[in-house]
């Protein structure tokens, strides 16, 4: 519950902070709003065995979509790569780098959670 200062500055609990910083990363990783909210949900849930369990398996099965998604997209370019040349694959390739990190953290994110 979130209340405001003698200033009337609104005054966030930790776990609020907490979840505004989990949802900024997804939308840095360009998942979707439904992806966001089940994972948060999965995130704000308690240890439950079997509702925990079935979570879990959700989300990985829209991690492994999400994966197949990035494949197909990158399978689209690489042609396309192939064809510019070595200055433009160069430029190409220094961008690529921020998204690769993003996956890096992603899959990290993953790890992290089990």
Known sequence: MESTSSSNYRLYSEQS??????????????????????????????RQSGQQQDKCLKQAEILAAHMKQLEIEINELKPIFDRLSKDSQKKVSKQITPQSRALMQSLLFLLQQF
Do not use: T, V, Y
């Open 17 to 46: 902070i907490n979840d505004i910083r989990f949802i900024e990363m997804c939308k840095e990783l360009n998942m979707s709003l439904q992806d966001i909210k089940e994972r948060l949900e999965l995130k704000r849930s308690g």
